[in-house]
């Protein structure tokens, strides 16, 4: 809105405040429709019902919710909600959610989500879908989960992974700054610990406001915000449905959220690339699917070096893509540049990636040292072909040695593997080149609508 607005920003901007007062609001919160299909323990299943005239094809795109924060964040709104752009662009769409967190969940730890919840839900998926491979989209903590599970199952029919904001290295966070060097004050059991024992956890208050915390600054000069946008009824609506995203949140068990302070904050395991888990430690090395790695320009929870330094630790990924997107931590996932940037991109990975039914490969990821499956299979064709030309070679030679004109033929026969070797010569230095190519041109896409300054895509065998 203009500091000095026109006549036709006045009577938008009448209409919107009229609409607010006399609806209660802009934004269309109705969520898409869904049908549960497996649950249990702080496990809830859906699936979302197909669009009207929308036929489902393609394998399908399971949504992982972090803790705490409601599912509202793959829902925000309606024009605005990666959920309903999924559905009504034919994709099979799936949501994992955990419903509220009370004290007599207090007990349950990080391995709760890692070994049962998220494991079940991608058995869900793939058996309701038809057998086809599962395309895990994990936001913020739902991203580490999601990682977590695809380096310790590699049995599970994971198709690939995109992570959208999940923050590996905790000590690129500037928000956490000024609170980590209370975080060793103190031996043993310190207060912080012996706060969420005795709570059993982090209560929803607790939650909310170390969320509004986190986003002081944009609450604090949200009535600026709206007062200069009364003529912009999307941005309203946004507004309306962040507010009521704000509001639900839920709680942490207390286990859980006692491993994520010490493990995760306060020890910052993951950022050597491994994590322990129940009996275990859990490599990000040992993920071997495809990776898609989201980070906001303006994200204070999950900043961008905090969310690029996955990238390295993902050795064994077949593919690795990095990509920055407009955004804070929300605004990444589901604001209204979202629509044109994150959800394009998650288009583009999971049709990338996509294969229909997956029995060979659930069956060659029971193998799951497959590493070394390819490399035995490549030699093995390799030697057979290098054979069967010599094989043949003297069976040729042979009859031509006792008929006359064999002096004519054998020079010929020996030019042929002659010229065979300078094609192949040939061939390889087209192939180099080629992937020389391709290696400079990474981290260009003339099509993106954002910026190459807003976008980096990184390749890695």
């Known amino acids: 809105m203009d500091l000095i607005p026109t006549p036709e920003q006045v ?9 607010t007062l006399l609806y209660g609001g802009l934004a269309d919160l109705r969520p898409m429709p869904r049908t549960l299909i497996d649950d249990g323990v702080l496990r809830e299943v859906y699936h979302y019902r197909p669009a009207a005239g929308v036929e489902e094809t393609g394998d399908p795109v399971l949504l992982v919710n972090p803790l705490a924060a ?32 009370s ?30 491979g599962v395309h895990l989209v994990g936001w913020s903590l739902g991203g580490i989960f999601a990682l977590l599970v ?17 923050p590996v290295d905790v000590t690129k966070v500037p928000l956490m700054a000024p609170v980590r060097p209370l975080l060793n004050l103190g031996q043993g059991t310190g207060l912080v610990t012996r706060a969420y024992r005795a709570l059993g956890g982090v209560p929803v208050p607790l939650v909310n406001w170390a969320f509004t915390a986190a986003s002081a600054q944009k609450v604090l000069t949200k009535p600026l915000a709206v007062a200069t946008h009364l003529d912009d009824a999307d941005y309203l609506k946004q507004m309306e449905a962040v507010t009521r995203f704000m509001s639900s949140m839920t709680a942490y ?18 950022a050597t690339g491994s994590m322990e888990i129940g009996d275990r430690t859990i490599d990000l090395a040992s993920i071997t699917v495809p990776v898609l790695v ?97 094989k043949k ?12 004109p064999a002096a004519k033929k054998a020079p010929a026969a020996k030019k042929a593997p002659a010229a065979t070797k300078a094609a192949a010569k040939k061939s390889a230095a087209k192939k180099s080149t080629k992937r020389a190519a391709s290696a400079a041109s990474i981290g260009s896409n003339p099509t993106r609508r954002y910026g190459s300054s807003g976008s980096r895509a990184l390749g890695q065998r």
């Not at 009577?11 to 405040?17: K, L, Q």
């Not at 695809?150 to 999940?166: E, F, Q, W, Y």
């Not at 069976?395 to 040695?401: F, G, I, S, T």
């Open 11 to 19: 009577v938008a901007a009448a209409g919107n405040v009229a609409h």
């Open 70 to 101: 409601p599912s509202l964040c793959f829902d925000l709104r309606r024009d605005c909600s990666l959920v309903e752009h999924l559905v009504t662009g034919g994709r099979p769409t799936y949501l994992v959610e955990y419903g509220q967190v």
């Open 103 to 132: 004290f007599k969940d207090r007990a349950l730890g990080m391995e709760h989500w890692v070994d049962e919840v998220l494991p079940e839900a991608i058995r869900a998926v793939h058996e309701h879908s038809g057998g086809k």
């Open 150 to 166: 695809a380096a310790d199952r590699a049995d599970l029919p994971i198709a690939s992974l995109s992570v959208v904001g999940s």
């Open 253 to 270: 068990p207390g286990r859980t959220f006692g491993q994520l302070y010490h493990r995760f904050v306060k020890g910052n395991a993951l």
């Open 294 to 390: 989201f980070a906001g320009n303006t994200d204070g929870i999950a900043p961008l070096p905090a969310v690029r330094a996955v990238v390295p630790l993902l050795t064994g990924s077949r593919q690795v893509r990095f990509e920055v997107v407009p955004g804070g931590h929300l605004g990444m996932l589901t604001g209204r540049a979202a629509r044109g940037t994150t959800w394009e991109v998650i288009d583009e990975w999971v049709a990338q990636w996509s294969a229909g039914t997956l029995p060979a490969r659930t069956a060659a990821a029971k193998k799951a040292p497959a590493r070394k499956s390819p490399a035995r299979k490549s030699p093995a064709r390799k030697s057979p072909a290098r054979k069967s030309p010599a």
């Open 393 to 404: 070679a003297p069976a040729k030679k042979a009859p031509a040695a006792k008929k006359a």
